[in-house]
């Protein structure tokens, strides 16, 4: 055991993580250079897109150190988005140490102190690393006082590389080698291996990525998930190099996947703990949670005939995305489609885009909103997804909404903006911590507030400077009420919002003049309303078209004629109907579109 | 399968491809004619083409003939009258045909009208645009004011059956100005207006770089103020565009909206022709220069196919919904040799819309219907 590290790389967007993680591979002859794709860990098309790792990985290495001696090194992939930190936490705990990857020109950011604290609390040895040294624009010096003064962890002797040039990677696995520990465990123990992360094969089904803790893991054995108490039979155990190779035990120490028959994703929840039936270990290992969605939206085909065909692809999706939720929802105004719940914006988006590129998916989404705890006159509380499920304003004692701390770093000169901004948004300060040049900002914040549009102004207030992280704090009662939009006297289920009273006058003037601009003209007029119970507090009229005909059409060439008549009608297909109104997609998303003045 | 009782009446159209200069708005096949036009050999293609096509339409007489373009005006009188006399040999025209010619409005031009009256020419459409020098000159036209006034005395003088063309919603325009350009071609007392609503047409130097033209509310206005002076001026409106005094709608557009055949010939040129048992549409190369090299050898169709039944209904709406009165209800069996109640779902909805009016006699657009012609088609389109 005393040859084997377990690290992970903790690092911002961008900061170069996958490329450090292909370089560290490429070195430990994981992959030959003709199989290696531009960055390995990173396997979904999207993810590369957006520079982002979604699912965990693992690399199973072996690396020749400048000793002599032969180390097997275990390479554990952790998301890097502030949606995702659960898993961070249980990959984090699968691990001896982590490589804290910081740009040696942009500096520490907010995900990579929230992630590192998490390895910090877990004890994990963190090791850190200024990567892109490269560039003209690094400045080490300066990094390394910002890491010393944010995370508080030495880091006079960084490491120091550019994972793009090669440079010092070397080095980086040397500092592995030497500083990070060696894992500590009981092989004779009964077993306990953690689940780092799990995803479904089309061929094997369930494959569950583990770090043994103690014990042996083999096929044939017997094993049971200690959370929900199902048993299984192991089928095959082995690494990853990252291609996968079988092996005949998984013993303490070790991380590597297992595959035991199992159907669906749900059965093999990522913090679990797997141990024998034959012989159980007495305790779970700790840190194991059920993820509950923060974020809802609904989720409806363009076309009603799409329904069935999106349900399909999202059950898919849930084949490999345990925390996606979804259920049937009607909504008056959209049809037929689904309520979903996120982790967060960030997962809201990864799964709009890959219904759309992935399963060629026409949706229309409603704007997100969070969950509220109702609680009724007579005593009971309830859950509310979906605003325009609110019961009715006599029947509720208290509406609770989720408070979040907020994590806010940013460079000093953008502090003004981004308080009056969290200001705007209901925020508490809480603390406002001075680290070099950069501002430690906590805040205590309504979800609500920030699922709307809070990431995009808060980049727009710091000019792309300020990074964020956020955690769930509590429910809070709140002076919340529901803002209905009316179209032509029809309430349209699906623009439903709930808002603090402060702000509803204001929030529903912005939106029914967002809307005026987004509704085209039709032939009649169209009156926008916003209304807080019967009470309208904003109206806005779409003046009727005057007309819409054709003024030249010859009998002779009508093909084009017909082609422009077919694409308004295509167009009027997208929209959706309210009443004898013709609504487009954009206008349910209105409320994200209102700039604030 | 299509079965017709009896082939709708037939219209001859020829184009004449070229053009002085391309306007800037115009997105019709014309070509700017660098040098001298080969009237020649075009008119002898135009022959050739006519020649090809007879088999289509055997024994078939022809109601009307159009000669449009580009501009027709440039061919010279006697290749004009060498044309129709061939057009005469080759084809039966039917007893007081209506044959017309698009003109433009300039000196040249209106210098060359007595002799395309004694060519055979009956009707004169004369695309005037504006009377304003200013619009004129916005609108990429050669022509002035004071040229298109000149004009419309000659033509008057020339034919008793001319039409003028005129454009509203002029980039710069006015209420005042739009109707002002109405009032003085109504009083050269022309047996017809067309009055039409300038749009940005893709490909176009406009569309390109669109001139700030009135908006939609603005525009509607000029349409009102229109079509209420060429009322009162005793000019009935029967189609979007087209007004004219009793006895004087143009026969050969008529026969497009009423859904009937007609033969195109030249560079672009739509043919629409009806069998017992089919319906085919045709169109003939664009480019002048391909086309006049193809004539000889066929290759100057540039495509054929025959409509299906949802083409037929649809394009049938298309075209006779513009008409003001639309069409009597067993006018559609006898275009298309389908049943109209293959529309019945689509009219209900239409007339739930108040878009469309139907009784035993006609089935018509309703004032609003008109005014909302491209929602009133769509509900023909199918999903």
């Known amino acids: 055991m005393q040859d084997i590290r377990n690290f992970s790389i903790i690092a911002h967007i961008d900061h170069g993580k996958s490329t450090l993680a292909d370089r560290i591979i490429e070195l430990c002859g994981g992959l030959s250079e003709r199989e290696m794709a531009a960055q390995v860990l990173d396997s979904m098309e999207l993810e590369r897109e957006r520079g982002i790792t979604i699912k965990a990985q693992t690399a199973a290495l072996r690396y020749t150190a400048r000793d002599g001696q032969i180390y097997r090194l275990n390479l554990i992939d952790t998301p890097g988005h502030v949606d995702f930190s659960y898993e961070v936490s249980r990959s984090l705990a699968a691990c001896e140490g982590a490589l804290l990857v910081v740009d040696a020109s942009q500096g520490v950011e907010a995900q990579s102190v929230a992630n590192c604290y998490t390895a910090i609390e877990q004890g994990v040895e963190v090791v850190p690393v200024l990567n892109k040294i490269d560039l003209p624009s690094a400045d080490p010096e300066r990094v390394i006082q910002e890491i010393e003064d944010i995370i508080g962890v030495e880091a006079t002797n960084a490491v120091r590389c550019s994972a793009k040039t090669g440079e010092g990677v070397e080095e980086v696995l040397e500092a592995v080698v030497a500083r990070i520990p060696p894992p500590k465990g009981d092989p004779a123990a009964p077993l306990k291996a953690l689940i780092i992360d799990s995803w479904f094969d089309n061929y094997v089904g369930v494959v569950m990525l583990v770090r043994v803790v103690d014990g042996v893991l083999r096929p044939k054995d017997k094993i049971r998930l200690m959370a929900t108490g199902a048993q299984y039979l192991c089928e095959q155990v082995g690494v990853f190099t990252p291609k996968s190779q079988s092996r005949e035990a998984l013993s303490a120490g070790e991380v590597g996947f297992v595959i035991a028959g199992i159907k669906e994703l749900k059965n093999a929840r990522v913090g679990d703990t797997v141990t024998l039936a034959s012989n159980p270990a007495s305790a779970p290992l700790p840190g194991f949670k059920e993820i509950k969605p923060q974020v809802f939206a609904g989720l409806y085909p363009v076309e009603s005939n799409q329904y069935d065909a999106l349900r399909d692809a999202l059950e898919k999706l849930r084949l490999n995305d345990a925390s996606l939720q979804f259920e049937p929802e009607v909504s008056q105004a959209l049809g037929f489609g689904f309520r979903c719940g996120f982790l967060g914006l960030l997962h809201m988006e990864i799964v709009q885009e890959r219904l759309e590129r992935e399963y060629d998916m026409d949706i229309i989404t409603t704007a997100p909103t969070v969950v509220y705890e109702v609680k009724t006159k007579a005593g009971e509380v309830l859950r509310v997804e979906n605003p325009s499920r609110l019961p009715e304003p006599s029947r509720i004692e208290e509406i609770r909404e989720p408070i979040i701390t907020t994590t806010i770093l940013l460079p000093q000169e953008y502090v003004g903006p981004v308080m009056t901004l969290c200001n705007g948004k209901r925020g508490a300060q809480k603390n406002m911590q001075y680290m070099g040049r950069q501002v430690m900002l906590t805040y205590e914040m309504p979800l609500n507030e920030v699922v709307m549009d809070f990431f995009d102004k808060l980049k727009s207030a710091s000019r792309g400077y300020a990074s964020l992280d956020y955690e769930f704090l509590e429910f809070r009662p709140a002076d919340l009420v529901k803002l209905d939009i009316l179209v032509n006297g029809e309430r349209v289920d699906a623009l439903s919002l709930i808002v603090h009273r402060a702000n509803s006058v204001h929030r529903g003037r912005e939106l029914v003049a967002k809307m005026r601009e987004l509704i085209p003209r039709q032939m009649f007029d169209v009156a926008i309303q916003a209304a807080i119970g019967a009470n309208i507090i904003a109206r806005e009229t779409v003046k009727a078209m005057r007309k819409n005909v054709l003024a030249k059409c010859y009998g002779g060439d009508i093909t084009r004629k017909k082609k422009l008549l077919e694409k308004q009608k295509e167009g009027k297909k997208r929209m959706k109907q309210v009443g004898n109104v013709e609504i487009p997609q954009e206008a349910f998303l209105a409320i994200l579109k209102v700039e604030d003045k | ?168 919603a002029l980039p710069g325009q006015s209420v005042a100005q739009a109707l002002s350009d109405i009032r003085i071609a109504i009083d050269h007392g022309p047996q017809h207006i067309s009055a039409y609503h300038l749009t940005i047409e893709p490909n176009t130097t406009f569309h390109h770089r669109p001139p700030p033209v009135p908006d939609e509310d603005a525009a509607s206005v000029m349409q009102d103020a229109i079509e209420a002076a060429l009322d009162a001026a005793g000019y009935r409106q029967y189609e979007i565009s087209a007004f004219a005094r009793t006895g004087r709608q143009c026969r050969h557009n008529l026969n497009y909206w009423q859904f009937g055949d007609y033969l195109g010939i030249g560079a672009g040129a739509h043919s629409k022709l009806s069998f017992p048992d089919r319906i085919l549409r045709q169109a003939r190369t664009k480019h002048p220069q391909a086309y006049l090299s193809g004539v000889g050898s066929g290759r100057h169709i540039e495509s054929e196919r025959p409509l299906t039944r949802q083409d037929l209904g649809f394009e049938f709406m298309m075209n006779a919904l513009r008409l003001t009165h639309g069409f009597p209800p067993r006018l559609f069996m006898e275009r298309t040799g389908l049943p109209i109640s293959m529309l019945e779902r689509a009219m209900a909805e239409a007339q739930e819309k108040g878009l469309l009016l139907r009784d035993h006699q006609r089935i018509a657009p309703t004032p609003l219907g008109r005014r909302f012609l491209n929602e009133l088609l769509q509900i023909f389109l199918d999903d």
Request: proline share 6%.
């Open chain 2, 1 to 168: 399968m299509i079965r017709l009782q009896q082939l709708p009446p037939l219209a001859l159209y020829v184009h004449i491809p070229w053009c002085v200069r391309k306007c800037p708005y115009c997105d019709f096949n014309s070509h700017e004619a660098r040098g001298e036009v080969p009237q020649q050999a075009y008119v002898a293609a135009l022959i050739q083409d006519l020649e090809q096509a007879l088999p289509l339409i055997w024994g078939r007489k022809v109601c009307s003939v159009f000669f449009g373009g580009g501009t027709p005006s440039l061919l010279a009188p006697e290749w004009l009258d060498h044309l129709l006399s061939r057009i005469r040999a080759l084809l039966p025209l039917a007893y007081g045909a209506e044959i017309t010619l698009e003109a433009n409005p300039g000196t040249v031009e209106a210098a060359r009208f007595a002799a395309f009256r004694d060519a055979g020419i009956n009707r004169l459409s004369l695309g005037i645009q504006s009377f304003d020098d200013h619009h004129l000159e916005a609108l990429g036209r050669i022509h002035d004011g004071a040229e298109a006034r000149r004009a419309v005395e000659r033509a008057c003088a020339a034919f008793d059956n001319v039409n003028l063309d005129l454009m509203y």
